[in-house]
């Protein structure tokens, strides 16, 4: 949960890769000295540091965890701080997907594909913001993540959500319409609920198909693959 102007390096770097990062791990573990770890940037064709770079900045300030700065959440439901690659693999683990809450203007500065990659490959299925940086949205869309716009008036801290340990989205319309919208329904640490309605921030019908195909990838295999008949 994050609140206003979370940026393309926040959701996945470029800067170089520490050592005590999930990514300088799995390359020590691999054999690859410190000084041989380069950059995410560099490394940006390998999806296992993409992964790995899911909100890994060391400035980041995630709203579960107030007043500790760099790449750490609490794991749910039961609250302990880890660091956020461990999260995702714990999470993935259960087959559980992931979501994330932020504030206006989710993914502005540099365009990056690897700022929807990342997320893609850490599980996200769905964000839910005030507001969206306008490339990438369409970069989440491709990836097959769904961007769900809080209404107005309605945020992480009206809402209650930073008590929230879980959440429940709507499907998403099988057939394209304007003013589309989807419900999320969060469960709260007391046992208590808050739904409330979203935005679905796809375009257009072609956009519509991609997210329901599980991202452009899914998509354009689905149509090349040999047809049975």
Do not use: C
């Not at 340990?165 to 046992?191: C, E, K, R, W, Y």
């Amino acid at each position: 949960m994050f609140g206003d102007s979370i940026n393309t390096d926040h959701i996945a770097p470029v800067g170089f890769i520490k050592t005590d990062s999930a990514a300088g791990q799995f390359l020590s573990a691999r054999g690859v000295a410190p000084k041989d770890f380069n950059s995410y940037g560099t490394r940006r064709a390998s999806p296992e540091i993409v992964a790995r770079s899911f909100l890994a900045n060391h400035t980041l300030q995630n709203r579960m965890v107030d007043g500790t700065i760099g790449s750490v959440t609490r794991l749910l439901p039961g609250g302990e701080i880890v660091r956020i690659f461990d999260a995702v693999e714990a999470y993935a683990e259960q087959g559980v997907g992931l979501v994330v809450l932020a504030g206006r203007n989710y993914g502005g500065g540099s365009s990056r594909d690897t700022a929807a990659k990342a997320p893609y490959l850490a599980g996200v299925r769905v964000v839910i913001a005030q507001s969206f940086e306008r490339i990438h949205r369409s970069n989440l869309v491709n990836m097959g993540i769904v961007p769900l716009e809080f209404a107005d008036g309605q945020t992480i801290d009206a809402l209650g959500l930073l008590n929230a340990v879980s959440f429940n989205i709507s499907p998403i319309p099988s057939h394209f319409s304007p003013n589309m919208t989807a419900q999320a329904s969060a469960l709260l640490s007391d046992g208590s609920s808050v739904t409330f309605e979203t935005a679905i921030r796809i375009a257009t019908a072609t956009e519509l198909k991609t997210v329901s195909s599980g991202g452009i990838l899914a998509e354009m295999v689905a149509e090349w693959a040999p047809r049975t008949h």
